[in-house]
């Protein structure tokens, strides 16, 4: 049960429940679909970028509850960072939920998304968590608004 | 033990029989409730495959030394063995495959490839297995030839009126499953297999999830073809069988070529062997038919009567307790069906909830089963799905249920 708790913290069931940037945006400059075809989760990520900054973004879709909270955490997370800071907090990421940090000092600077640390412990669950990463990749490597499938 | 009536079955001796169920995960015991993904294995399958590979290993028919002659008995006696499983008129008529799967390929590529043509219809129905869409998806590429589906309605039974306009004379095969791996409904094949034939058009049955289930007949249901996987029915992974009627499997041309399915070969021309071995090209998973013969023995000494009972019992208790947990919608509520729970929960997703039953040991599984069409159908992106084999206890639906309310505890 402990490892659950720790999974399934009260942030993260928070940002499944109340989702952060789930909406359209009235201008795309990039987008990408995520989707993850042995469970279904399905996310597009579509960004508002002002020169090589993301000014906003936008998420659409649905999945569980750990990439719900992933792709929330990281809309909040990257708003507002250039697209290397982006690149840069996925390869945090990326480290973090299969286990390659283990520092608390390390998870603590990436403050909220940290909370996702407990991930490693359910491989099942890692591709969950790092959907939503990877589709914003896509996207940020996308010419224009073309759509892009991850997985 | 729950002490809720049951049938004939000894439980405790037959868990006895398998090994794996006395494991534990996370702690906890085991509760394997993933049996239409594939079913665990009695010692006796194990021990059968220790024996072939410490003491019969060979290549069959082609050595005349005493290995190969022992290793073909036993590959050639599970043909047998089959042959009644299935009540087939033949030996004949059983090709063993790797599974239900490459059955269905065979079908579609020899069968298929040399009845459907441009304009031609092949009629599946909305509850098939992604293996009885794409193989034909990739046929009606080729040729031109369309797919055709026969409706489910909300409880997941197929539309028998639909089905009987579907069936015209472009329609050149109906492709079907006995029983819903993701719904549970079992299909009315019989008089499904009856309508197709007075219209002049052959059936292959999808039989994976019945094989382990119910008797088969074959004779009695009068399909063409009937395709189950050993992994379903407590045997080996990587084998299953084709049955075919021998007036079709003769007709067919081959479907791979190699040894075994040549009677001659020079570079001007082949004959072909006879069916079954002109199916079967290669060294075959000798091995793993020889376990599933070891699988069949197990099946038929516990006996589906006694099976079916008993399964019908763990899913009435299961349906009846399960309808109390709120928040729960049941997916595949057919009049009849197999022992397959299929649900979703309002609090979470079906991912959610098998990773917190996972903790608890129960094993279960999470996802479109395979059947995208139908999590379309029911504007579900996916199910948890308990599926119950003899060897379930009314104990383990008991604890299966009381593990969804800390599905609640930690989504509340």
């Known amino acids: ?151 | 033990m729950n002490t809720k009536s049951t049938t004939t079955l000894n439980i405790e001796k037959i868990r006895k029989d398998f090994p794996i169920l006395h494991t534990k995960v996370h702690g906890k015991p085991l509760m394997y409730l993933d049996n239409a993904n594939t079913t665990q294995k009695p010692q006796s399958v194990i021990d059968t495959l220790k024996k072939y590979y410490t003491t019969q290993n060979s290549n069959i028919h082609r050595g005349t030394h005493y290995l190969s002659e022992v290793a073909t008995k036993e590959y050639e006696s599970v043909r047998e063995k089959v042959k009644n499983f299935l009540n087939a008129k033949s030996e004949k008529e059983i090709i063993f495959v790797r599974g239900t799967t490459e059955a269905i390929n065979l079908v579609v590529n020899s069968y298929g490839r040399k009845n459907i043509f441009e304009g031609d219809e092949i009629l599946i129905s909305a509850m098939e297995h992604h293996s009885n869409i794409v193989p034909w998806q990739i046929l009606c590429e080729e040729k031109k030839a369309k797919l055709k589906i026969i409706p489910i309605n909300d409880n997941g039974e197929l539309l028998l009126d639909e089905y009987e306009k579907l069936l015209t004379p472009k329609t050149k095969i109906v492709s079907l499953v006995y029983i819903s791996n993701s719904l549970g409904t079992i299909n009315p094949i019989k008089q499904m297999i009856e309508l197709a034939h007075r219209n002049g058009i052959p059936v292959l049955i999808d039989g994976a999830q019945a094989a382990p289930h119910l008797k088969v007949d074959v004779q009695k249901l009068d399909c063409d073809f009937f395709a189950f996987s050993s992994h379903k029915i407590f045997g080996p992974t990587g084998t299953g069988v084709l049955y075919g009627k021998s007036h079709l499997l003769e007709s067919m041309p081959p479907y791979q070529g190699g040894g075994d399915m040549i009677k001659s070969v020079t570079f001007e021309k082949t004959i072909y062997n006879d069916i079954p071995y002109k199916f079967e090209a290669g060294t075959p998973n000798i091995a793993d038919v020889i376990g599933m013969g070891a699988a069949i023995d197990y099946l038929q000494s516990v006996g589906f009567e006694a099976i079916q009972e008993h399964e019908k019992q763990l899913l009435e208790h299961a349906t009846e307790l399960i309808q109390s947990v709120e928040g729960v919608r049941l997916i595949g509520t057919a009049k009849k069906k197999a022992s397959v729970l299929s649900f979703v929960m309002k609090e979470a997703h079906p991912h959610d909830i098998g990773t917190i039953l996972d903790r608890e040991g129960i094993a279960v599984r999470t996802g479109h089963h395979c059947t995208q069409p139908v999590m379309q159908r029911f504007k579900i992106p996916a199910t948890v799905r308990a599926s119950f084999a003899f060897y379930n206890t009314h104990d383990e639906v008991e604890k299966f249920i009381s593990a969804l309310g800390k599905v609640k505890e930690i989504f509340s």
């Not at chain 1, 069931?13 to 945006?25: A, G, S, V």
């Not at chain 1, 973090?96 to 490693?120: F, H, K, M, P, Q």
């Not at chain 1, 996207?139 to 073309?146: F, H, P, W």
């Open chain 1, 1 to 151: 049960m402990d490892e659950l708790r720790e999974l399934y913290q009260q942030v993260i069931l928070d940002h499944n429940k109340n989702p952060r940037n789930f909406k359209t945006l009235q201008h795309v400059d990039k987008k990408a679909e995520g989707y993850n075809p042995l469970c279904g989760d399905h996310y597009t990520i579509s960004l508002s970028m002002k020169n090589d900054i993301i000014e906003d973004i936008a998420v659409e879709g649905s999945g569980c509850a750990i990439s719900k909270a992933s792709a929330s955490m990281m809309s909040n997370a990257v708003k507002g960072m250039t697209k290397k800071e982006a690149e840069e907090l996925f390869e945090k990421f990326r480290s973090l939920v299969t286990r390659n940090i283990s520092l608390e000092e390390d998870i603590e600077n990436l403050g909220c998304l940290g909370a996702l640390a407990g991930v490693a412990e359910f491989p099942a669950r890692i591709k969950c968590a790092s959907l939503p990463w990877h589709t914003l990749h896509s996207a940020l490597s996308s010419q224009n608004s073309e759509v892009v499938s991850t997985e």
